[in-house]
T-cell receptor
Framework: SQQGEEDPQALSIQEGENATMNCSYK?????LQWYRQNSGRGLVHLIL?????REKHSGRLRVTLDTSKKSSSLLITASRAADTASYFC???????????FGAGTRLFVKA | DGGITQSPKYLFRKEGQNVTLSCEQN?????MYWYRQDPGQGLRLIYY???????QKGDIAEGYSVSREKKESFPLTVTSAQKNPTAFYLC??????????????FGDGTRLSIL
């Protein structure tokens, strides 16, 4: 069952602009993660935010979590062409063991 | 460098044939996972293993089989019973068998196609 759903499905911006991607989920979570996938490659973990955290930073990445709205956002500041990739949110299956991935946002950064 | 190695990168299957995808990790992780990714979609869990000699079915296990005889290795067999096997297959691992709060480490995938 799909838990996280990203929005938008695709995003095209100019280099230097900020990119914002959103993730909504249906049931309570313990944590939410964001991953990046370059074309034809595996996923790379970017950041994990726990349900008792509201915001987390890592370099040019800023993640927020609003558990009352069951949503999270990933902001990439000052984007670069190398940020072109698909970005996935993933939530844990509470009461279980599985991590559930959304369908992803495809980001294209034009140089 | 520690990581997960998947092979081959590309694989072609004939009708009625079983094929095996390799996944090896040198991260000393206990838990390993197999996912299937179809174009424009998220990852769907096929099988997972929390410890050697133990594994459980995920959401789409039909037509697939696995083994976990060594901690480092978690091969996936796509059997002839899987009627739509064309997809990108990803192997992942986590440090321990408990999934919460753990980032997953991924290999670079195997793309399987039908001849």
């Amino acid at each position: 069952s799909q838990q996280g759903e990203e929005d938008p499905q695709a995003l095209s911006i100019q280099e230097g602009e900020n990119a914002t991607m959103n993730c909504s989920y249906k049931t309570s979570i313990n944590n939410l993660q964001w991953y990046r996938q370059n074309s034809g490659r595996g996923l790379v973990h970017l950041i994990l935010i726990r349900s008792n955290e509201r915001e987390k930073h890592s370099g040019r990445l800023r993640v927020t979590l609003d558990t009352s709205k069951k949503s999270s956002s990933l902001l990439i500041t000052a984007s670069r062409a190398a940020d072109t990739a698909s970005y996935f949110c993933a939530t844990d299956d509470t009461g279980g063991f599985k991590t559930i991935f959304g369908a992803g946002t495809r980001l294209f950064v034009k140089a | 460098d520690g990581g997960i190695t998947q092979s081959p990168k590309y694989l072609f299957r004939k009708e009625g044939q079983n094929v095996t995808l390799s996944c090896e990790q040198n991260l000393n992780h206990d838990a390993m996972y197999w996912y299937r990714q179809d174009p424009g979609q998220g990852l769907r869990l096929i099988y997972y293993s929390q410890i050697v000699n133990d594994f459980q079915k995920g959401d789409i296990a039909e037509g697939y089989s696995v083994s976990r005889e060594k901690k480092e290795s978690f091969p996936l067999t796509v059997t002839s019973a899987q009627k739509n096997p064309t997809a990108f297959y990803l192997c992942a691992s986590t440090r321990s068998g408990v999934g919460f709060y753990q980032p997953q480490h991924f290999g670079d995938g195997t793309r399987l196609s039908i001849l």
